[in-house]
């Protein structure tokens, strides 16, 4: 008996691709349309060696992405997860493509480097962050960096202008250690473990005392660390950074938030890199009770301004502020330069009926909340 021309076994090689191909062309825009999110783990090429990097998101290209980079002593997860995960982020988090990378050898279950090995600088690593937008095709993010994060974030926005919309800094200090610190730095390094010294450069020392639980589940973590040697080899490259030029005249391009908390290690160095900023696309929030990691002890905070923050931006104009604008009056104490002098102008205040946004970031603001 003659086959049919139209046979499915005489057919089968040769359309079930065409077929199959068309199905998850159809998942992929039902997925974009769903706004389906998804996790997943991407090892990317380099000038300097490869970088892990975590993508979580929407694949909404009509938005920026936003970009994250951690501190020392902390990977990707342990940085933030937690704020990411947070119940009030939800809303950014599924309007937004995250992407999350992790500092050379520093992300969870890495590979210990061989004694010897040649660790990036500073620089270094910010020149690989190009590498990444390429890989996944984005134009633009909005950074968030903490830190030595937040160091590296800074130094790719001034070679990338074009590339960063925003950036959100949180314990920036962009100058190296002076003679007297330097020597200090020197005696703590005979004296104290590495896991004492990165202990120091996320909490202050009354913070130390006040949160222990939270200090000891750091110092369990790092010390304990496989990849220990590893996070040695990022801790000296980011005290071995050079100054980071900021000044009003040769800024960045984007808006600017600057975070710290009140006990952070990194107050005045914070406090002194607001001063250098340009006022007019710069705020300034400094918050009570957080402590050196203000992603981790006041996630609730740090998303409402957050939010805020894009919101001056022109995203998620809908967006309902909740926690500063329903529970509690937040005051906002405003503050400007001119002609080089530092002057208080006046203070706002959100009533708890209100959800009443500030004003776009036409001077410098610092934020107590």
């Known amino acids: 008996m003659n086959s049919c021309p139209y046979s499915f ?25 769903l706004g389906y999110c998804w996790t997943r783990e991407h090892s990317i090429e380099t000038p300097h060696g490869l970088l892990h990097v975590t993508l979580h998101g929407t694949s909404n290209t009509r938005r920026p992405a936003i970009l994250t980079f951690h501190d020392v002593g902390l990977d990707s997860k342990s940085c933030f997860s937690p704020l990411f995960k947070f119940e009030e982020m939800q809303e950014i988090v599924k309007n937004f ?38 890989y996944f095709n984005f134009r633009t ?43 200090a730095q020197k005696i703590t390094t005979l004296t ?3 896991t004492e010294q990165i202990l120091s450069h996320l909490f202050s020392q009354e913070e ?25 080899l990022f801790w000296r490259s980011y ?26 290690p990194h107050e005045e160095a914070a406090v002194e890199c607001n001063s250098k900023l340009d006022p007019t696309t710069t705020s300034f929030l400094k918050m009570a009770d957080a402590g050196g990691l203000p992603q981790l002890t006041q ?34 104490s405003s503050s400007y330069s001119m002609d080089g002098e530092r002057q208080r102008s006046r203070t706002l205040s959100q009533s708890s009926q209100g959800g009443q946004m500030p004003p776009s970031p036409s001077h410098t603001m610092e934020v107590s909340c």
């Open 192 to 194: 104290s473990s590495i």
């Open 9 to 33: 076994h005489n057919y089968l090689p040769r359309e079930v691709p065409r077929y199959l191909n068309s199905f998850l062309h159809l998942c992929r825009m039902l997925r974009l349309q």
């Open 97 to 134: 493509t995250l992407v999350h990378i992790d500092a050379p050898g520093q992300e969870e279950g890495a590979t210990a480097y061989p004694m010897g090995y040649q660790y990036p600088s500073m620089e270094q690593i910010a020149e690989m962050i190009p590498a990444v937008l390429t």
């Open 239 to 264: 005290n071995s950074r050079r100054d980071l030029i900021i000044d009003r005249n040769s800024n960045f391009k984007c808006p600017v938030m600057l975070v710290v908390g009140d006990q952070a």
């Open 208 to 232: 130390m005392s006040a949160n222990a639980d939270l200090v000891r589940s750091h110092r369990d973590r790092i010390s304990k660390a496989p990849n220990l040697i590893n996070i040695e």
């Open 141 to 183: 993010v909005i950074g968030i960096g903490v830190g030595s994060g937040s160091y590296i974030l800074s130094r790719f926005t001034m070679a990338h202008p074009d590339s960063v919309e925003g950036l959100v800094l949180i314990n920036m200090d962009p100058e190296t250690r002076g003679w007297m610190d330097w020597a």
């Open 299 to 332: 996630p609730s905070k740090l998303t409402e301004a957050f939010k805020y923050f894009i919101q001056g931006m022109g995203y998620m104009a809908s967006s309902i502020m909740t926690r500063l604008s329903r529970s509690r009056t937040a005051s906002l």
